[in-house]
Structure formats: structure tokens, C-alpha cells
Nanobody
């Protein structure tokens, strides 16, 4: 599976951005997808994940109520709507595929190239 992210950019605090992830290749067996982010000097962290065949989602506490993950299975796309952005959201955002197990998202080692999100305060 090949993943390509898009939609990042430079915005001000309080603004919104919508990230997109396009999946290609052997997409028929994707069961779950997630968005991760990595800020400079920090570990990569899970932002949100979604089960491919239902509306079940997981969010990091830091983004609950501000970010919304969604997917379009027909187009092999996943999205992350980010509202009320904060400077703490500044990071490179990565798309990922993984496994959904007991309401936990387990990432596979398949990543996109990342898209930079910079929020100025």
C-alpha cells in the first residue's frame, strides 16, 4: 500500500485545515487507518484513527472536540479536519494503516511521506 498525504500548510491559531490521505495499491485489505504527528524533538504520536468499515474512531485527548477523522472507502481516501488549531498542533502529520484490536489502533510500518502543519500564535 502506498500512502500520500496532502493539505498541510501555514495557518494562524484558531484557523482550520483539512488533511487528506490517498491510498493506492492493495487497499482491499485495509481494516483501519490513522493519523500520526511528530513535532521537532518529540516522538511520533497517534492523533486519530478510524475503523474502515464502521464509524468507530479514536482520538488523542489533545485533539478531542477539535479534530475529526473520516474516510471515503470508495475513493480510498482518509481525511483529518482540524479546527481551532493551536501552536501545539505544529508537526509533520503522517498517514498510516493498521490493525484495530479491542478499541485500540495498532499501526503497521506503512507510512506516507508526511505533510507539514505549522500554526503560528
Amino acid at each position: 500500500v502506498h500512502l500520500v498525504e496532502s493539505g498541510g500548510g501555514l495557518v494562524q491559531a484558531g484557523d482550520s485545515l483539512r488533511l487528506a490521505c490517498a491510498a493506492s495499491g492493495s487497499t482491499y485489505d485495509i481494516t483501519a487507518m490513522g493519523w500520526y504527528r511528530q513535532a521537532p524533538g518529540k516522538q511520533r504520536e497517534l492523533v486519530a484513527a478510524i475503523l474502515s468499515r464502521s464509524d468507530r474512531t479514536i482520538y488523542a485527548d489533545s485533539v478531542k472536540g477539535r479534530f475529526t477523522i473520516s474516510r471515503d472507502n470508495a475513493k480510498n481516501m482518509m481525511f483529518l479536519q482540524m479546527d481551532s488549531l493551536k501552536s501545539a498542533d505544529t508537526a509533520v502529520y503522517y498517514c498510516n494503516i493498521g490493525l484495530w484490536l479491542s478499541n485500540t489502533y495498532l499501526p503497521y510500518d506503512t507510512w506516507g511521506q508526511g505533510t507539514q502543519v505549522t500554526v503560528s500564535s
